[in-house]
C-alpha cells in the first residue's frame, strides 16, 4: 500500500512542494529502512512509531498498517500531536471509530480517512448530475462488484474480509454520490467453497437510506472472470431517466421523453465534466484535499467523523448477516 502513496506524492508537482518525508515505521527493520532509502534524504526509521516521531518531529502521520493495528498507532499519533491520514477501514470496530473520532477532537488534530474512491472522476460526475436533478427524484442506486482478487497476507485470513476491507469503498461512495443518510439494511454473507479467503468473500445486501432511496450492493472478491471494475459497476436510478457507470471511461444518462405506450422513448443526455478536474485524481486527491483542510482548519471532506456513517453500514450488514434479519443503522 505504502507505493500507491508515495506514488501519488511523487508524481504529482503540487504534492512534492508540500510534503517532506521525515520518518519510516515498519515493525520490520529492514523494511523500514528500504522505505527511508527510497523517499531519500534525512528519513528517520525504525520498528517502534514513538521513538521516530521523537526523532523526527513530523506535522502528520499517513497510517497504512494492515487494520488489527489502526487503533494503536493512530491514538499514538494523536496522543503525539500529529494529525492523521489512514488507510480504510478507519477500525475494526464502530465503538473504536468512535473513540478515535473523539480523541481527534480531543487533541485538536485532523483524522481522516483514505476513501479515494470519492475522488473519482465517474464518482464526481454521478454526484453533480444527481444533485443538479438531471435525472429527476433520486430512487435508487444499484452496484455491482466481482473481482477474483488473490491477495495473500493479512486480507486472506480477515473476518467479513469483502464488507470490511472492500465494500466500504462503494457504500461510502453511494453516501456521497445520493448525499442520503443510511438507515437500516439487510445483508446475506458468505464463503464458498472455492474461495481462498478464510471468511466473508462475498456480499449481497439492501441498504434503506433516508428520502426512501434504495441501494443495493452484490459483491464478491471470489468470482474468478468477467471481472468488474475496482470501483464496481452503477445503476443510478431517478424518476426521469437513469446514470450507468462502468466503474471506468465509460458514463452515461438517460432521460426517459413525455409521450404515451407502455414503454418511454429514452434520450441520451450530456454529461458535463467534474466540477473541479483537482479532485479526480484518487490518492493524490485525498491527500491534497486534506492538507487543506490542515493547512487552513477545516474539517476533511473524509474525516473520520465522516467516515463514521460509512462505517457504521458496514458493522450493521455484519450484524445483519450473523442474525439474518434487518438491522436499523446507528453511528
Not at 431517466?241 to 443526455?269: H, K, M, P, Y
Request: net charge negative; glycine share 8%.
Amino acid at each position: 500500500m505504502s507505493d500507491g502513496w508515495i506514488n501519488a506524492i511523487q508524481g504529482d508537482a503540487s504534492l512534492r512542494e508540500r510534503v517532506s518525508f521525515v520518518g519510516a515505521v515498519d515493525l520490520d527493520q529492514a523494511r523500514a529502512q528500504a522505505a527511508a532509502n527510497r523517499l531519500g534524504g534525512d528519513v528517520a526509521y525504525g520498528a517502534d512509531m514513538n521513538d521516530v516521531i521523537g526523532q523526527s518531529e513530523p506535522d502528520l502521520v499517513f497510517d497504512l498498517v494492515s487494520p488489527d493495528a489502526r487503533l494503536k498507532v493512530v491514538t499514538q499519533a494523536l496522543m503525539a500531536g500529529c494529525h492523521v491520514l489512514s488507510e480504510k477501514p478507519m477500525a475494526l470496530s464502530l465503538d473504536d471509530g468512535r473513540h478515535l473520532v473523539g480523541l481527534a477532537r480531543l487533541t485538536d488534530r485532523k483524522h481522516a480517512i483514505v476513501q479515494n474512491r470519492r475522488f473519482n472522476d465517474g464518482v464526481r460526475r454521478m454526484k453533480a448530475l444527481v444533485e443538479a436533478g438531471a435525472v429527476g427524484r433520486l430512487n435508487a442506486i444499484h452496484t455491482d462488484f466481482f473481482v477474483g482478487a488473490h491477495f495473500g497476507g493479512f486480507r486472506d485470513v480477515m473476518d467479513n474480509v469483502l464488507l470490511v476491507d472492500m465494500a466500504i469503498h462503494t457504500f461510502d461512495a453511494a453516501r456521497f454520490v445520493s448525499g442520503k443518510e443510511p438507515l437500516a439494511v439487510y445483508c446475506h454473507e458468505h464463503n464458498p467453497e472455492s474461495s481462498w479467503f478464510r471468511h466473508g468473500s462475498v456480499a449481497n445486501a439492501i441498504f434503506e437510506l433516508s428520502d426512501e432511496v434504495v441501494l443495493t450492493y452484490r459483491g464478491s472478491w471470489s468470482a474468478e472472470g468477467a471481472n468488474t471494475s475496482w470501483n464496481a459497476h452503477w445503476r443510478v436510478v431517478g424518476s426521469k431517466g437513469t446514470i450507468l457507470w462502468d466503474g471506468e471511461n465509460s458514463l452515461e444518462a438517460f432521460l426517459v421523453q413525455d409521450g404515451d405506450g407502455l414503454l418511454r422513448e429514452a434520450r441520451r443526455i450530456e454529461i458535463p465534466p467534474a466540477p473541479d478536474a483537482t479532485q479526480t485524481n484518487g490518492h493524490a486527491s485525498v491527500i491534497r484535499s486534506f492538507l487543506d483542510a490542515v493547512d487552513n482548519g477545516h474539517q476533511p471532506e473524509t474525516s473520520g467523523a465522516d467516515n463514521l456513517k460509512s462505517l457504521a453500514m458496514v458493522f450493521a450488514a455484519i450484524e445483519s448477516a450473523k442474525k439474518a434479519t434487518r438491522v436499523e443503522i446507528r453511528v
